[in-house]
């Protein structure tokens, strides 16, 4: 079973920046691609990024240049650095690993107020 926690979400203003964290634990192979999908009230759930164990990346169209992904394969943990943050990147923040099947934390908010 493997679970995964999210952290690091919040209010902020546009313009601000947060930092998600999402550490996964049980049996994980460190292999495992990881990333991170938001949902907007009202919205279907979207891609952010992904990021293999390699680090190769990949980014929505709309959160490039401001947000980067990376992971420590160490502690088996993925981070989402947000910049330049806007009020429709408002959304509930959802970490997923895919190992055999894909895996989801619970979310954390996060609200861009303008």
């Known amino acids: 079973q493997v679970q995964l926690v999210e952290s690091g979400g919040g209010l902020v203003q546009a313009g601000g920046s947060l930092r998600l964290s999402c550490a996964a634990s049980?049996?994980?192979?460190?292999?495992?691609?990881m990333g991170w999908y938001r949902q907007a009230p009202g919205k279907q759930r979207e891609l952010v990024a992904t990021?293999?164990?390699?680090?190769?990346?990949n980014y929505a169209d709309s959160v490039k240049g401001r947000f980067s992904i990376s992971r420590d394969n160490a502690k088996n943990t993925v981070y989402l650095q947000m910049n330049s943050l806007k009020p429709e990147d408002t959304a509930v923040y959802y970490c997923?690993?895919?190992?055999?099947?894909?895996?989801w934390g619970q979310g954390t908010q996060v609200t861009v107020s303008s």
């Open positions: 997923i690993l895919t190992q055999g099947r894909n895996y």
């Open positions: 049980g049996s994980i192979f460190s292999i495992a691609p």
């Open positions: 990021i293999t164990s390699g680090g190769s990346t």
